[in-house]
């Protein structure tokens, strides 16, 4: 896809250098299908990518019941767009004033149909059916980066 592509492209030669992209290592993606049973597509091997609803869980946690007041939330899962994202038309939203400023953003997991993707919401909840991708959603890109480099920690 357009995503998969940018990301290990435009992305990764515009964020790292030469020396940092050499430290980052090749993953095999897995690639489920979606909740409601949209095709997750073929296995990959990216160096940068974006993670999957059961990934999401697994390294922030499930949003959870606070109260009436609050609703849904999972603080861990929430974002604020930086001045970059906006400036490329990612929107900060002021749903609830729990949430002002936070962002919704994609996963890589399908969404309810094709051509939708699932995302997290300002909330930081999962939403599995997603959204159709168009823009507005911000992108938080993943890497694994080799802990036994040379380049690790040092700062240019």
């Not at 603080?75 to 970059?84: A, D, I, N, R, V």
């Not at 609830?96 to 930081?124: D, F, H, I, V």
């Not at 694994?144 to 040092?154: M, N, Q, R």
């Amino acid at each position: 896809c357009e995503m998969r592509s940018w990301l290990n492209t435009t992305f990764m030669d515009a964020a790292f250098s030469l020396e940092e992209q050499e430290d980052i290592v090749a993953t095999k993606i897995t690639n489920p299908d979606g909740k409601h049973g949209t095709d997750g597509g073929n296995d990959t091997v990216d160096m940068v990518y974006l993670l999957s609803n059961e990934e999401s869980i697994k390294y922030f946690g499930e949003a959870v019941y606070v109260d009436k007041e609050i609703g849904w939330q999972n603080e861990k899962s929430c974002t604020m767009p930086t001045e970059y994202a906006k400036a490329q038309g990612v929107e900060a939203k002021n749903i609830k004033k729990w949430y002002a400023g936070n962002c919704e953003w994609w996963l890589r997991t399908p969404g309810q149909g094709t051509n939708w993707a699932s995302m997290m919401g300002t909330n930081g909840g999962l939403i599995t059916g997603g959204r159709y991708v168009t823009g507005g959603l911000a992108v938080r890109p993943v890497t694994w980066i080799d802990l036994e480099s040379d380049c690790v920690g040092k700062v240019n």
